[in-house]
């Protein structure tokens, strides 16, 4: 039985493109948590932080998660960067899906994210106390959750001098067998 196939790690890490260029290549369909979230509240992620905080914002993406995982056909999802904060969501992963953690380094994930506005949680922390910027917060927010993507996942990837598509290459190497037949 086909488990979902999860990437988590850091925002900047290529999670999205990745699992997009997967789920074609094993003909699965492809998810999102926060396109799901998104389309739940009828409103962007970062308007969802401004309104409601990010608790508001744990709360749905929690929600959201559970329900991706209990869809009965496996797909190829991508979680945002902060789902695995929650030890229930950890379980939910643990138990209902094979989990690759794309690795980066912090310098890595701040040359690719940049001053994006969309990503709510850098944008708080940039230009407020983190003397470093960006490149700072995402060091500081890597090292708290470095453990946790270790706790979740079965797979880790080195991303940092791969193309997206040569990551998505190496995921199907290594789990394409195994995630090949249907449920
Ligand atoms: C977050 C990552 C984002 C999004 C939100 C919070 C985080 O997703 O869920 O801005 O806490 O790391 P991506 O990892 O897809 O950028």
């Known amino acids: 039985m086909a488990e979902h196939l999860v990437l988590v790690g850091m925002m900047g890490a290529g999670k999205s493109t990745v699992a997009r260029l ?3 290549r094993l003909g699965r369909p ?3 948590t926060d396109t799901e979230v998104e389309k739940a509240a009828g409103s962007s992620v970062a308007e ?3 309104v409601h ?3 508001g914002f744990r709360a749905e993406e929690s929600r959201v998660l559970a329900a991706v995982l209990s869809a009965d056909v496996p797909a190829v ?4 960067g902060g789902a695995v904060i929650d030890p229930a969501n950890r379980d939910a992963l643990r138990a209902g899906a094979t989990v690759v953690w ?3 380094r912090p310098e890595t994930l701040a040359r690719r994210v940049g001053r994006n506005a969309d990503r709510p949680l850098l944008r ?3 230009g407020g106390p983190e003397p470093g910027g960006p490149a700072a917060a995402l060091a500081r927010i890597e090292a708290q959750r470095r453990g946790l993507y270790e706790e979740v996942a079965s797979v880790v990837i080195d991303v940092d001098t791969l193309a997206p598509a ?3 290459d190496r995921v199907v190497r290594d789990l394409g067998p195994l995630q090949g037949q249907g449920r």
């Open 22 to 24: 997967v789920a074609a």
């Open 53 to 55: 905080g990010e608790a």
């Open 30 to 32: 492809y998810v999102d």
């Open 166 to 168: 040569a990551v998505a």
């Open 48 to 50: 969802i932080f401004s």
């Open 102 to 104: 794309l690795r980066a």
């Open 124 to 126: 708080a922390l940039d």
């Open 77 to 80: 999802v991508s979680v945002g």
